[in-house]
């Protein structure tokens, strides 16, 4: 498990180089105990969900992708582009990523023209892989292209589909402004694809014989990732290892922590040095619940009755 004391001083560092994201308030005399906290996203695009974290000051910002915006009602592209508008009006200044549909490069960097005209704000999602998965003929670094063209035309980008350092490392080269590491699907895969009579994590890194002579190395990550610990906590390593080498060469390029399934993987992402975390809504609703508080409360008012 990651502890408090892997982080390093080079992260640290990095951190005094990352935007303030609670600023003092004007003509207050009490600074903000946070300047330099992770930021918060919710990973939703149903405003009922959203308004009361954002004006409660829970969020400050909001990622989107097609599946999202189905739930919110979205039933033709116009119907989601209308959606994304309203969030960014609704949002600004604070960041909407909105995600492209098209798998060709020329297709992507219009829609993301498109996307990036529907506010000051939007964030355009590109992922950066999977072509060839789509397309065998396809170019395997049309998302790095992409980026790379959206950066020289000074639009921000969120590079998705984060699984290894490598992807992110060569993301933020392209000039991502954020990387989305999934750290859940990372467990969910090798739960479902592990050899059992192997080391847990196998599906994601073996090496028995260097040379490969049969072929069936796999070096998809780090063994510190994929073995470095129990198979649940292979996303946080993730983070961790992106983390570090970003401070290595202070890269700003954000780190925004994705695809979490309960309240502890927020804990293990910032000790492992996220930027930003953005969590589905139902996961946000428990972050102030402690079954050790609501025992407090109920004593702290059984108490205050003696003052009625």
Known sequence: ???????????????????????????????????????????????????PLYKGGIINGVTTNPTLLKKAGAKSWENAK???????????????????????????????EELRALGENSIIKVPIGGYTAADPKADPFTGLKVVRKL???????????????????????????????????????????????????????????HKNSKGDQMLHNTEYVASGGSVKDAGARLIFEIATVFANYRITTEILAASFRNQ?????????????????????????DHPLSNEGMKAFIEDSKAFT
């Open 264 to 288: 502890v993987q927020l804990t293990e992402c910032l000790l492992a040095g996220a930027d930003i975390l953005t969590v589905p809504a139902n996961v946000l609703s428990t972050v102030a």
């Open 82 to 112: 209308s959606i994304m508008k309203d969030l960014c009006q609704k949002l600004a200044p604070n960041p909407v990523s909105l995600e492209l549909t098209e798998l060709t490069e020329d297709k992507m960097v219009a829609q993301a």
């Open 1 to 51: 498990m990651i502890t408090p004391s892997h982080s390093s001083a080079a992260m640290f560092e990095r951190r005094e180089l990352m935007p303030t994201i609670n600023p003092d308030k004007a003509g207050s005399s009490l600074k903000h105990p946070a300047a330099k906290a992770p930021r918060i996203f919710a990973d939703t695009a149903t405003w009922s969900e959203i308004e």
């Open 151 to 209: 950066w020289e035309r000074g639009i921000k980008t969120n590079v998705t589909l984060i699984f290894n350092v490598n992807q992110a490392f060569w993301a933020a080269n392209a000039g991502a402004t954020y990387v989305s590491p999934f750290l859940g699907r990372l467990a969910d895969y090798a739960y479902k694809n592990d050899k059992p009579e192997r080391k847990a994590g196998n599906s994601l890194y073996f090496v028995e014989d």
